[in-house]
């Protein structure tokens, strides 16, 4: 073989040896890029299956559930970093007309079906609202409970000052539901605009009974004593729950219904006194 032939087969046996280099690196490179777009994929999947919640979730809720949400929005808080729950507390009709009325919230929370109704019905109500609790009534008396009070009836006793929610309060139809279920007639000293109003009065010695749920006697403490009646198991109010159409924090407002509907949120509530739907 000539010095000429030589060269030229070592040149292309280099050649052969550099494509094959360059070949084998694509291939890792090609390898290397696919499986970080997989990557980029599966994070990008995983991020937009539970996005970071922030902001503010404004919750009208009735009166009654001023406990237990206030301790569940402070989990959710927990457990959102971020995030921060405000609440407007108060009668069910009340918050139902401020929404209505195009009052910025997120979520509404009422003691009854009716009042919910009436954001279901101006069309303010995203979806369906679900039923989360259920509440029983029960007699608030001072404590030691000194004028005796052990039935519905002994409320009617003369001289008795005894307050009542008003009528338009889911509290308060649901007292007049027990009353007219007795046959009774009661003149109160006076109507209360929410639950919370009636059991101060008797908190404060202004009344010597009310009739409130017993949730709230037992958020009371020892500052009142609870009388149980039978006529309060035909008064029994559910509790609805809906995420609001314009809510300003929609995502974070799913959220927190859904904290309230799950196991944890129920474990808060039942210890409030609140009863399964």
């Known amino acids: ?163 009542l929610c008003d009528k338009t309060v889911p509290c308060g139809a649901a007292a007049q539901t027990a009353l007219e279920a007795s046959g009774l007639k009661l003149t109160p000293v006076s109507y209360e605009q929410d639950v919370k109003s009636a059991l101060t009065k008797v908190e404060l010695k202004e009344a010597d009974a009310a009739v409130v749920y017993r949730t709230d006697v037992q958020a009371a403490g020892d500052k009142v004593e609870g009388v149980d009646f039978p006529e309060s198991a035909e008064a029994v109010n559910d509790y609805p729950i809906a995420l609001l159409k314009d809510a300003p924090n929609a995502d974070a407002a799913q959220a927190f219904i859904t904290l309230v509907k799950s196991a944890e949120g129920q474990k808060v509530l039942a210890e409030a006194g609140f009863m399964k739907p």
């Open 1 to 163: 073989m000539t010095r000429s032939a030589r060269r030229t087969r070592r040149t292309l046996q280099v050649a052969g040896a550099g494509a094959a280099a360059l070949l084998a690196l694509s291939a890792c490179s090609s390898s290397g890029s696919d499986s970080g777009s997989a990557d980029s994929g599966s994070s990008a999947s995983s991020a937009s299956s539970s996005p970071e919640l922030s902001g503010t979730v404004t919750v009208f809720a009735a009166a009654s559930l001023k406990e237990s949400f206030t301790t569940l929005g402070k989990e959710f808080e927990k457990d959102h970093p971020g995030t921060e729950v405000t609440f407007n507390f108060g009668g069910s009709d009340t918050l139902a007309a401020s929404i209505t009325s195009g009052a910025p919230a997120d979520v509404f929370a009422a003691a009854s079906a009716k009042t919910m109704k009436i954001v279901t019905d101006a069309g303010d109500a995203s979806g369906t609202p679900a039923t989360f609790v259920r509440n029983q009534l029960e007699i608030a008396t001072l404590p030691g409970n000194p004028d005796k009070i052990a039935s519905l009836k002994d409320l009617t006793k003369s001289g008795l000052k005894v307050v």
